[in-house]
């Protein structure tokens, strides 16, 4: 019912900016709240940020805050992560994904539909 569709990712180098969208389908999607993880190899997925469905509400771990922001266009249907002053440890897979709840959480656990991902490295 819901499909998201990342796309933006590469290879950069430290201290590079890179800006990974997310096309958003489906029914109401426009009333989710969004949120991006990201993935390592042998790593647990990790928390990047999330917007709730109005833009009201913006969350961020300590390890990004500061050089990634999230927005979105309800009226594209789209959801950004623009990602700034990259370094090695941001090399993942980035995944979007989307809960019905208007208010996003931090925990993987509690959202329904997610993206292939796209992947991001980071050289040093």
């Known amino acids: 019912q819901v499909q998201l569709v990342e796309s933006g990712g590469g290879l950069v180098q430290t201290g590079d900016s890179l800006r990974l969208s997310c096309a958003a389908s489906g029914r109401a999607v426009n009333y989710y709240a969004m949120g991006w993880f990201r993935q390592a190899p042998g790593k647990e997925r990790e928390f990047v940020a999330a917007?709730?469905?109005?833009?009201?509400?913006?969350y961020y771990p300590a390890s990004v805050k500061g050089r990634f922001t999230i927005s979105r266009d309800n009226a594209k249907n789209t959801v950004t992560l623009q990602m700034n002053g990259l370094k090695p440890e941001d090399t993942a897979v980035y995944y979007c994904a989307a809960t019905r709840r208007v208010l996003p959480g931090e925990s993987a656990a509690t959202y329904e539909y997610w993206g292939q991902g796209t992947q991001v490295t980071v050289s040093s």
């Open positions: 917007i709730s469905w109005n833009s009201d509400n913006l």
